[in-house]
């Protein structure tokens, strides 16, 4: 308590705030659904999303359709109507949809053509990670090896370990790998 005192602790409060057509009134949020929208906000959404790689002529077809719907390349969206026909217009064309939760981001045509000439990569890093030019010191082993003392015979069955048990845990790794019970007893 005397530290406390002497180096006063700094406790900041983060809240996460929607913001949806430039709403400026900011709803008082339950603290449950603060830790939640908190939790999702560091580590993303887990989502299947299909692969994107844009085509060479993307940025010409966004300004087509959206000069037929009355819009220049500076201009913003003025309305949900017109916004739903330039984005439906998109899909239709490109067969690559804006997602529910980056809907609130695009506001300009400008923010249009900046989400249709993103690449989506649906690799998971450890996917990457097997596909990538390594140096020669580094590895990836995508099935690692597990010990057991009665079918591996590389130091006659010796482990380091003797007296640690080898737990299978998972139901998918049940079926692949098998687990073994250690003696504990002094041999």
Not at 99 to 106: A, C, G, R, V, Y
Request: net charge positive; aromatic share 8%.
């Amino acid at each position: 308590m005397l530290r406390n005192l002497i180096f006063p602790i700094a406790r900041t409060k983060f809240q996460v705030i929607n913001i949806r057509n430039k709403q400026k009134k900011v709803p008082k949020i339950d603290k449950k659904l603060q830790a939640a929208t908190e939790s999702l906000a560091a580590r993303g959404f887990l989502r299947p999303n299909k692969p994107w790689d844009p085509p060479a002529n993307i940025d010409e077809m966004i300004l087509k359709i959206c000069s037929e719907n009355g819009l220049n390349s500076k201009s913003e969206f003025n309305s949900l109507e017109v916004k739903f026909v330039v984005l439906k217009s998109c899909y239709e064309e490109t067969g690559h949809s804006v997602p529910n939760s980056l809907l609130h981001t695009i506001e300009t045509v400008d923010d249009l053509r900046t989400f249709y000439e993103t690449p989506v990569d649906v690799r998971t890093p450890f996917d990457a990670l097997k596909k990538m030019d390594l140096p020669k010191n580094l590895h990836v082993q995508e099935d690692y090896v597990r010990f057991h003392p009665e079918k591996d015979t590389l130091f006659n069955g010796q482990t380091v370990f003797p007296q640690s048990s080898t737990i299978v845990s998972g139901l998918k790794t049940r079926k692949k790998y098998e687990g073994h019970s250690a003696k504990r007893s002094w041999p």
